[in-house]
């Protein structure tokens, strides 16, 4: 019984570092834009395409690399190209609607139909085949008494903790990282202070969208199949984690997206897997109606 | 104002030469609707329903039709995707009774969509037959639905009986598909004839996961602390490959036992290595098939390059049920309604067709009488026959 719970918990880990990457994304944005950035999630998808693509060309016979070398060359190469994705995301659509003074409203809409585009185009141009994913390292499973785990799932976690230590510490020891609290502290008085708003933007987009990246190719190493509509729910849920957690501040994201990957597993390990979600999404419920601003959220204030 | 009423008659002539022409010629060709996934979930069967459906028309339509009462017609398939939702596939049914007036359907390919465009065939009197449903509800009680696979109640059964003797099994557990009919109604069944058979209690995990999940740790972690001798797993190709390779993950050393779902192409390219040495239940085995069986392999394999699953097998074996039951009809009158009609008495009253996988008799429920094999996957990722079944 003992094994089972640090199994499931040890799951949980590796299930919630997926939402708790993918929420850091939502969170960021929304900080400093109060925009919920409903195609997030399809950005994870594309994270995880391009991740694809880019393993697939680089174990080709013609350049034939290793599989260590390639998830070398994945990782960067993945961030960058997610990262510029995002940020035309942000330049086609929702920076025209900023400069016209839309309502926050449309803006929301504008992302949900974003992440429509980027699922059906992906549907269209790649067809509805799935992709299988390659193997690029050697899987090793370890079993400790009755607990079993890979050396993959060791990296999911280790990967998403570092992530947010190294997200806090931009955030809060740089001068973007201030420019970006400055922007969500008064988004009107920032720029008369002489700081470049589009930039911050910009950077905060590359920050999320990265991360996004990230966590796509983490997923289709651990997940190996890649469909045009993979990141949908998770993206939706993570969004939940992120709401649950306080939107808005990181360290909600982090929190709330291990919180969700837990209650999730936990949740199947004690009662018929046939109520999961209902009984999951009750509980993230009644933690909403106790404390409405989430778990780490504070009411109009500074948030990221 | 004079002018405008010369224009409208003008207008309404052309209006009705045109149609009398698009109805002229569509009087020398038969037309069937195909209610087919070629996008969603599983795209890789409509695909090869497709393609087993171009074939057959190709091949027909080169002898210059099919034969009538003593008539040629054309024929002519239209193929709508139905996204492999079940809403999806109502309206594809609808828009191919109302809007493109087939005289009979073939499909969807899943229970998950066949049980309810089964209900829209029905209501509008149009004959439908789905070739690879195998849940009872698709064709139960509605007279205008037949189908080319065998049924669930006999599957799971087929899947018992094999664990038992060659796992020699004595306690099962089962992950199955809650948001997917089959899976459900297939895990039902299997759940209880495994408990009739070694006792209550021997299925010793029962688990289901929803739509979309990706994630199975959680009931495979409980799946494998109630030490089963043998999984059963009657998912849907592409979820068989995430489950298999997470329960590898987990430590689990064991069997698994799958359904016809398996029977994919695409299984191998998702699943890899993880996927050999398992069993599945199924209407045909490709590796080792003699007589037409092969001929109709091969010229698959020819044509679009892969060797074709059992779908594409029985979406072929269902059209030759539609071709035969409007051979009994007798002749086309051109009134949709009455072909219709006719064409499912003909289907109704079929004493037998030789399938590509198997022979087929009809009984009142619209019901195939056939066998069914049980195939290993073997170390060159081949589904090979390992057991035939029959009722």
């Known amino acids: 019984m003992l094994d089972s719970i640090i199994q499931n918990l040890f799951n949980a880990l590796q299930w919630g570092s997926f939402y708790s990457l993918i929420a850091l994304g939502y969170t960021l944005v929304y900080g400093v834009l109060r925009l919920i950035n409903f195609a997030h999630g399809d950005i994870f998808m594309v994270g995880a395409y391009i991740a694809y693509f880019i393993a697939i060309f680089f174990l080709k016979d013609s350049m034939g690399l290793s599989g260590g070398t390639t998830l070398a060359l994945v990782i960067p190469l993945t961030m960058i190209l997610t990262a510029m994705c995002g940020v035309a995301l942000e330049r086609i659509a929702y920076r025209p609607l900023r400069r016209k003074g839309a309502n926050r409203l449309y803006v929301v809409i504008t992302a949900l139909m974003c992440g429509l585009i980027l699922e059906n185009g992906n549907l269209a141009f790649l067809g509805a085949s799935r992709k299988s994913f390659p193997e690029l390292i050697d899987k090793v499973v370890y079993n400790v008494g009755m607990i079993s785990m890979t050396n993959l799932k060791i990296w999911v976690i280790l990967s998403s903790i570092l992530v947010y230590f190294a997200l806090n510490a931009i955030i809060s020891k740089t001068k973007i990282g201030m420019a970006m609290r400055g922007i969500s502290y008064d988004k009107f008085a920032i720029p008369l202070m002489g700081i470049p708003i589009d930039t911050i933007i910009m950077f905060t987009f590359i920050l999320g969208s990265s991360l996004a990246g990230l966590a796509g190719i983490l997923f289709a190493m651990s997940y190996p199949i890649l469909d045009p509509f993979m990141g949908?729910?998770?993206?939706?849920?993570?969004?939940?984690?992120?709401?649950?957690?306080?939107?808005?501040?990181?360290?909600?994201a982090f929190v709330g997206g291990f919180l969700l990957g837990i209650v999730e597993i936990l949740v199947v390990a004690v009662f018929p897997s046939t109520f999961r979600d209902l009984i999951a999404f009750s509980i993230l419920l009644l933690i909403l109606v106790i404390k409405p601003t989430g778990l780490f959220g504070v009411a109009k204030s500074t948030k990221i | 104002?004079?002018?405008?009423?010369?224009?409208?008659?003008?207008?309404?002539?052309?209006?009705?030469?045109?149609?009398?022409?698009?109805?002229?010629?569509?009087?020398?060709?038969?037309?069937?609707?195909?209610?087919?996934?070629?996008?969603?979930?599983?795209?890789?069967?409509?695909?090869?329903?497709?393609?087993?459906?171009?074939?057959?028309l190709d091949e027909v339509n080169a002898k210059g039709g099919l034969d009538v009462g003593?008539?040629?017609?054309?024929?002519?398939?239209?193929?709508?995707?139905?996204?492999?939702?079940?809403?999806?596939?109502?309206?594809?049914?609808?828009?191919?009774i109302e809007r493109d007036q087939v005289l009979a359907m073939v499909g969807p390919n899943s229970s998950k969509q066949a049980v309810p465009a089964g209900q829209v065939a029905n209501d509008n009197r149009t004959p439908m037959i789905s070739p690879w449903s195998t849940n009872p509800d698709t064709t139960k009680d509605r007279p205008w639905v037949f189908r080319a696979a065998f049924l669930d109640p006999f599957q799971g059964p087929v899947a018992v009986d094999f664990a038992l003797k060659t796992f020699k099994a004595e306690k099962a557990a089962v992950l199955y598909a809650l948001a997917n009919d089959y899976s459900k109604n297939l895990a039902e069944i299997f759940q209880a004839d495994f408990n009739k058979k070694k006792g209550a209690g021997a299925v010793v995990a029962f688990e289901s996961y929803g739509d979309k999940d990706q994630d199975f740790s959680a009931q495979l972690t409980k799946i494998i602390a109630a030490k089963p001798d043998f999984i059963f797993l009657p998912n849907n190709y592409n979820e068989v490959a995430l489950i298999v390779k997470q329960a590898h993950d987990l430590g689990w050393k064991g069997h698994f036992m799958g359904a016809d779902a398996w029977g994919?192409?695409?299984?191998?390219?998702?699943?890899?290595?993880?996927?050999?040495g398992h069993y599945f239940s199924t209407h045909y085995a490709a590796a080792g098939a003699k007589g037409a069986t092969k001929e109709f392999i091969d010229k698959y394999n020819k044509l679009y390059g892969y060797q074709p699953a059992d779908v594409a097998a029985l979406t072929w074996d269902a059209i030759n049920v539609v071709l035969a039951g409007i051979q009994n009809a007798g002749k086309i009158t051109g009134n949709v309604r009455k072909d219709r009609e006719a064409i499912r008495e003909g289907i109704a009253s079929i004493t037998e067709v030789k399938g590509i996988t198997g022979n087929m008799k009809f009984d009142e429920q619209g019901d195939p009488i056939k066998c069914a094999v049980v195939v290993k996957i073997n170390d060159a990722?081949?589904?090979e026959f390992a057991e035939s079944v029959c009722p």
Request: glycine share 10%.
């Open chain 2, 264 to 276: 994919n192409s695409e299984l191998m390219t998702l699943c890899g290595d993880d996927c050999k």
């Open chain 2, 1 to 56: 104002m004079k002018k405008n009423y010369n224009l409208f008659i003008i207008f309404s002539v052309l209006f009705f030469f045109c149609t009398s022409i698009v109805a002229f010629a569509g009087e020398e060709t038969i037309k069937i609707g195909f209610n087919i996934p070629l996008t969603g979930e599983i795209p890789k069967v409509g695909e090869e329903s497709k393609f087993a459906g171009q074939m057959l």
């Open chain 2, 70 to 96: 003593g008539k040629k017609y054309k024929l002519e398939f239209i193929y709508e995707d139905n996204e492999s939702k079940a809403e999806s596939a109502v309206a594809v049914a609808l828009k191919l």
């Open chain 1, 232 to 252: 949908a729910i998770i993206g939706w849920k993570a969004f939940i984690a992120a709401v649950v957690g306080g939107i808005g501040d990181i360290k909600g």
């Open chain 2, 381 to 383: 990722g081949e589904f």
